[in-house]
């Protein structure tokens, strides 16, 4: 159970460590990173922010002002205005 729950905060300590960085590039500016994952990846970061739906193919996530996206492997061909926010 430990290392499970070390792999979760693993990644959103190291997308809090990117948002921290990117933000400080373009600090007046809107910032989205995109991520396509294949499946393994896309499950596994889905998993980190609560989300069982095993509909979605893609979501976001705020973290301190920087939009993370990430999408299923070929998921971008049904558009990227049906990305789902995912809140923390």
């Known amino acids: 159970m430990a290392e499970n729950q ?3 905060y693993g990644l959103i300590e190291r997308l809090a460590i990117v948002s921290d960085a990117v933000g400080s590039l373009f600090p007046n500016g809107k910032t989205m990173l995109v991520f396509e994952l294949n499946k393994d990846d896309f499950e ?3 998993s980190n ?3 069982n739906d095993k509909t ?3 979501f976001k996530v705020d973290i301190s002002g920087i939009e993370f996206i990430f999408l299923l492997d070929g998921s971008l061909i049904d558009g990227i205005n049906k ?3 995912n809140p923390l």
């Open 83 to 85: 990305i789902s926010e």
């Open 49 to 51: 922010f609560k989300n």
């Open 56 to 58: 979605i193919t893609q």
């Open 44 to 46: 596994m970061s889905k």
């Open 6 to 8: 070390e792999s979760i």
